[in-house]
């Protein structure tokens, strides 16, 4: 069974900035994507950023130019560098993870994002 470790969660002011990581381990193949998605109270979760083990990136419209996905394949690690926060950021985090040959998708406890005003 895949397991998903995050860390970086926190409360921040708007403006500042935080970096959660997500350390993948026991996958039986290799990891294909990582990614981050978000769920606000009362909000669907979507997606927020993911990374191929190429390195192809994907991000929401509401997050280009502030919010940077980075991965260390050796590792097995993500990271999610988020930079001029907004309130509207405020959120739990949960990285999302899927393995080559499995159909299965893999998601981390969840962390919370909170940006104050």
């Known amino acids: 069974q895949v397991q998903l470790v995050e860390s970086g969660g926190g409360l921040v002011q708007a403006g500042g900035s935080l970096r959660l990581s997500c350390a993948a381990s026991r996958a039986p193949f290799s990891i294909s994507t990582m990614g981050w998605y978000r769920q606000a109270p009362g909000k669907q979760r979507e997606l927020v950023a993911e990374i191929t083990s190429g390195g192809t990136t994907n991000y929401a419209d509401s997050v280009k130019g502030r919010f940077t996905i980075a991965r260390d394949n050796a590792k097995n690690t993500a990271y999610l560098q988020m930079n001029s926060l907004k309130p509207e950021d405020t959120a739990v985090y949960y990285c999302?993870?899927?393995?080559?040959?499995?159909?299965?998708?893999?998601w981390g406890q969840g962390t919370q994002v909170t940006v104050s005003s």
């Open positions: 999302h993870v899927t393995v080559v040959l499995l159909t299965n998708e893999y």
